[in-house]
């Protein structure tokens, strides 16, 4: 290449240009991006519109059509503001639509595709999805009351009950965990499915914390038990066998349900009822996921800011929570995060290619920044 070409390349914004044999061969990220592009007019041309709408990698694209089919349903499903009484209909979408990952859904759409087979979302399983969401939204809004974390900045906008005041925030929490259910009964699949999807969700999202010590509690991990043992102990010395039980009851059920209910309505598109191995893997699976999770969203609040986030950083020392890094330390808890993403993808090994888009999705789960 002579400067001038080199100068073109800085310009262009690509790694290299390279004369190819019928012209010029332009390279974005290391990939023939255009070829050939006959000359360097046109390969200018089209290299700025190519920088101005960046490629996304195939995760960002899982993210982004499962964030808006995910909306789509939400605005289906959810009062429209104009429904009486205002106030709490304006609160629960105040809180849905404040710009939330949506993870819990393309999660669980992803394990739905993996299992029903077809490389097709089944359908209907977008609504199961938004359920699931509006459980979450429930989770975060009663998280950020005064009485629990007390916090003021969520999804980047003002909490519920800074934007509504207390009582209708309590109120609009209750009412989308109830939306959430009548969403999941009235599903377009198979009666024993919605019954299965039904048991799975609501032990997902109750009081157990599955053990303690070496005690079976006697009720598997949910999500209302972790985050009264997290609200417990506040202040005191965490142990790892404590925040391991925290972590895996208020964060890990949910998003393990997620997956294992994706998992259920795959299988119920298909006729079949049940199949225990693809159900017991994509439960490991999520067990691990949604652990891995939690670690990172404690080592983010931790090495993140506020503005990134879109909620309060610094808020589990400045309250002396149960947090990974509080036992581990940073380095610690990255790798273990790591280590836990490893045996997610172990458990799904035997589905092939087919997990690619569910493994894609727990590491990213891992290398998120907000
Ligand atoms: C935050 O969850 C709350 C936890 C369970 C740790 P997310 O990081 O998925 O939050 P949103 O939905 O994107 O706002
Ligand atoms: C929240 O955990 C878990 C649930 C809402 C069930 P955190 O308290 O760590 O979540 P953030 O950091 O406020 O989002
Ligand atoms: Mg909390
Ligand atoms: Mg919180
Ligand atoms: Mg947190």
């Known amino acids: 290449m002579n400067t001038l070409q080199s100068i073109f390349c800085i310009y262009l914004n690509c790694k290299r240009i390279d ?3 019928e012209g010029w061969e332009l390279l974005i990220d290391n990939k023939p991006r255009i070829r050939p592009a006959v000359n360097v007019r046109r390969a200018f041309r089209i290299s700025r519109h190519l920088s101005s709408e960046p490629m996304e990698s195939p995760v960002q694209s899982l993210l982004s059509s499962g964030a808006k089919l995910t909306d789509a349903a939400l605005e289906r499903l959810l009062p429209s503001p104009e ?6 209909h304006r609160a629960m979408r105040h809180s849905v639509f404040a710009g939330g990952k949506r993870l819990r859904p393309i999660l669980c759409m992803e394990a739905a595709r993996m299992v029903a087979g077809t490389g097709e979302l089944p359908a209907g ?3 199961l999805g938004a359920a699931l969401e509006m459980l979450h939204t429930y989770s975060l809004i009663h998280d950020d009351l005064p009485a629990l974390d007390n916090d003021d900045l969520r999804r980047g906008h003002p909490t519920c009950h800074v934007a509504f005041g207390e009582a209708i925030a ?3 929490g209750d009412a989308l965990q109830t939306l959430a259910f009548q969403t999941i009964a009235q599903l377009p699949a198979p009666a024993a499915t919605v019954v299965q999807l039904l048991r799975e969700v609501s032990i997902a999202v109750g009081t157990g914390i599955g053990r303690s010590g070496e005690i079976e509690t006697g009720l598997a991990p949910g999500m209302i038990g972790g985050q009264v043992v997290d609200i417990e102990s506040e202040r005191v010395a965490p142990t790892a066998e404590l925040v391991e ?10 998003i393990t349900t997620a997956i294992v209910t994706g998992g259920l309505y ?4 298909k006729g079949h009822g049940s199949a225990d191995d693809t159900i017991a893997r994509l439960r490991i699976f999520g067990q691990n996921a949604g652990l891995a999770f939690q670690i990172v969203d404690d080592i983010l609040d931790l090495t993140q800011s506020s503005a990134e986030l879109g909620k309060t950083a610094g808020k589990d020392a400045a309250s002396i929570k149960a947090t990974w890094p509080a036992v581990y330390g940073l380095e610690q808890s990255r790798r273990d995060a790591d280590r836990l993403i490893a045996d997610a993808f172990a458990a799904v090994e035997p589905f092939g290619p087919a997990a690619d888009p569910l493994k894609s999705l727990a590491r990213y789960l891992t290398t998120r920044t907000h």
């Open 19 to 21: 004369e190819g044999g």
């Open 83 to 88: 429904t009486l009484p205002h106030s709490i």
């Open 125 to 127: 399983v977008d609504s």
């Open 170 to 172: 309590i109120l609009a």
């Open 245 to 254: 039980t925290i972590h895996r009851a208020k964060t890990g059920a949910l």
């Open 266 to 269: 795959g299988l119920g598109s």
